[in-house]
């Protein structure tokens, strides 16, 4: 079992940074594939970057690519989401997510075992 716990979100305006942390229960925690999402209001969970279990494999959406960096610090049992040059568009609950599939690429909500509560981004234009 893994309980995640991701930091405040915020209000920022665009272009802005923002950094988001998720922080894991457990002692296995580097043994999961860690990912990112957001869900926007009326709109599906979407994947936005993934890092495997060792960070040295990381895989973003292109929507986010060059803008967003995924990281984890596998001694403090948590990952992050470093959010530059921030867009209207990035607006959404942010959730990370810890997955058992060891792949290359983990992009479905369905291959997904634990969930945060979430957390608001909000970008300003």
């Known amino acids: 079992q893994v309980q995640l716990v991701e930091s405040e979100g915020g209000l920022v305006q665009a272009g802005g940074s923002l950094r988001l942390s998720c922080a894991a229960s457990g002692r296995t925690f580097s043994a999961y594939t860690m990912g990112w999402f957001r869900q926007a209001p009326g709109k599906e969970r979407d994947f936005v970057a993934g890092?495997?279990?060792?960070?040295?494999?990381?895989y973003y959406a292109d929507s986010v690519k060059g803008r967003f960096t995924i990281s984890r610090d596998n001694a403090k049992n948590t990952v992050y989401l470093q959010m530059n040059s921030l867009k209207p568009e990035d607006t959404a609950v942010y959730y990370c997510a810890a997955s058992k599939v060891p792949t290359t690429k983990v992009l479905s909500t369905a291959a997904y075992d634990y969930w945060g509560q979430g957390t608001q981004v909000t970008v300003s234009s």
């Open positions: 890092i495997n279990w060792s960070g040295g494999y990381t």
